[in-house]
């Protein structure tokens, strides 16, 4: 089970003997505290209401059983694999400061290492004094390449280098490192675009990802960002860390729910192996 097993587990279903109102505004105040946010536990109860009617649900293990198959529907969007079909590969990671970017471009690049796949690292935060310094640390672990430049040099030079550097090697995967500014200001928006016309030129039949690091411990803050992050950036999956300390896992569903974006891996941990794919019927049996 790994880190499942430390998330929060709502208790509800062995404190109520049959399914009245009490056991839903109970049920609905436990998924809330779980940060998976209002709306999307009105929906899932109601729903859960409906099938227990429509089934003939009386007890409240049938309703568990039941709200599990709706949870696990609702984490179930897009594809969860990271796409690198076409080599190089390219994965791009965007989120704010502080969330865990470098850390699991770190880790992810130790596991695909680790899977035989020729790896890249692509220092592409140069904004942020020492991001460079840290991703290298992370490129010794991990013994892959890295390409980086000087601090203040254009993110979309050292993306032109890397892919360079790609294409000459024959790098299975380049993970690209982004600094990470407020998801509300414009010029993240145009460096981003400006990267990827660089991307665009250079291996026009890439396989490309965009991974939106977020903290899980933020709850409802982490979905305001990916939902704002999702408008400007085209994200194709979540990168969520910190499950492992206070975070209670609910927001897992929010972003499933409201986004329609697949979480590809979790943070359970600061070891080298803590960066795990995300499993949704796992997460589902943890968090009931």
């Known amino acids: ?106 880790k992810l690049a130790a596991r695909w290492k680790g899977e035989g796949k020729r790896v890249l690292l692509c220092a592409g935060d140069t904004f ?21 430049q000087h601090e203040g040099a254009d993110p979309a030079a050292v993306v032109y280098d890397a892919m360079s550097a790609a294409k000459a090697r024959k790098t299975d995967v380049v993970l690209v490192d982004t600094a990470g500014r407020l998801h509300n200001k414009q010029n993240l928006m145009n460096e981003l675009n400006k990267i ?33 992050f999702g408008e400007s950036a085209g994200i194709t999956g979540i990168v969520l860390t910190k499950l492992d300390g206070t975070a209670k896992g609910g927001i897992v569903i929010a972003i499933a729910k409201e986004l329609g974006v697949p979480v590809k891996y979790v943070g359970v941990g600061e070891q080298v192996g803590d960066l795990q794919p995300f499993d949704a019927k796992a997460f589902v049996e943890a968090l009931l």
């Open 1 to 106: 089970m790994g880190f499942f097993d430390k998330i929060k587990k709502i208790g509800i279903f062995n404190g109520f003997s049959q399914l009245d109102d009490d056991f839903y505004d109970e049920l609905e105040e436990s998924l809330v505290m779980a940060d998976m946010g209002a709306e999307t536990t009105m929906e899932a109860v109601e729903e859960l209401k409906q099938r227990c009617k429509r089934d003939k649900i009386k007890d409240t293990e049938g309703a568990k059983a039941c709200m599990k198959e709706i949870l696990a529907e609702l984490l179930t969007v897009g594809d969860s694999s990271v796409d690198m079909s076409r080599p190089p590969a390219v994965v791009l990671f965007i989120g704010v400061n502080g969330v865990g970017k470098t850390t699991s471009i770190g």
């Open 128 to 148: 942020r004094a020492a991001a460079a310094d840290q991703l290298t640390i992370w490129s010794e672990r991990a013994g892959v390449d890295i390409i980086k």
């Open 196 to 228: 990827s016309r660089v991307i665009d030129r250079e291996c026009p039949d890439a396989s490309r990802e965009t991974l939106l690091v977020l903290d899980a411990t933020t709850g409802q803050n982490g979905l305001i960002q990916a939902k704002q």
